[in-house]
């Protein structure tokens, strides 16, 4: 049979790459974990290298838990926890959510963008991004986070001051202490610091003061 050949195409065709059929796609060793939002309370900050930051909880979609309904409706929860003053924090409060599904092979998994999952020697781990998760804690400030009640700092401030002031106590007639001491009293000194920053930043285009560093004593031999 005699082939005929059309005048109207070019003879160029668009290729693409290939891809695994759907029920080869690899999914994540994981447990299902329902969405969640990451929530805060004014009594919930830590300080950590040098500076206040919130300390975040998280509100989980998990049916029958905590107040969401048996459909995984956060409404009732969200109410609850805002009554006992927590804040809700968005989705859109990271660019592109901070809340990220991950298909497994149980069903959907829900993890931070800053937890990512790895298979290592068969077995599969979270590697987390400290550095960009705290971040993100810090930008929340101002924005959907108030600042805290400066004697809610203050607090811990003299818990710190008290732990200072019974290892100078300590610090004659016990090895530990006197090493440990000048590292108490640089956290202190540190703390006080990042309060000050905290409430008064300083104005743009000048340089912050850095924290004070650790002094280390070496034991005596």
């Not at 050949?5 to 690899?26: D, I, L, V, Y």
């Not at 060793?29 to 969405?35: G, I, K, V």
């Not at 101002?142 to 100078?168: N, S």
């Amino acid at each position: 049979m005699a082939a005929t050949f059309g005048t109207s195409g070019t003879g160029n065709f668009a290729a693409q790459p290939a891809s695994r059929p759907q029920a080869m796609k690899e999914l994540v060793r994981l447990e299902p974990r329902p969405a969640w939002w990451y929530i805060h309370h004014p009594a919930r900050w830590t300080f950590r290298e040098g500076e206040w930051v919130p300390w975040l909880s998280v509100l989980a979609a998990d049916p029958g838990v905590s107040n969401v309904d048996k459909d995984g409706s956060t409404d009732a929860a969200e109410v609850a926890k805002r009554r006992r003053g927590w804040t809700v924090i968005p989705w859109e409060a990271e660019a592109g959510g901070y809340c990220v599904a991950y298909d497994g092979v149980a069903g959907l998994v829900h993890l931070s963008k800053w937890e990512i999952p790895k298979v290592v020697a068969g077995q599969t781990r979270i590697q987390s991004d400290e550095e960009g998760y705290w971040a993100f804690c810090k930008s929340l400030v101002g924005t959907y986070i108030d600042l805290p009640d400066p004697d809610f700092i203050g607090v811990q401030i003299e818990r710190q001051q008290k732990k200072v002031d019974e290892w100078r106590e300590k610090a004659p007639s016990s090895p530990f202490h006197r090493d440990a001491l000048a590292v108490e009293e640089a956290l202190l000194e540190s703390m006080i610091s990042a309060k000050e920053r905290l409430y008064n930043p300083p104005a743009p285009g000048e340089e912050p003061e850095p924290a004070p560093k650790p002094k280390v004593r070496r034991g005596r031999a």
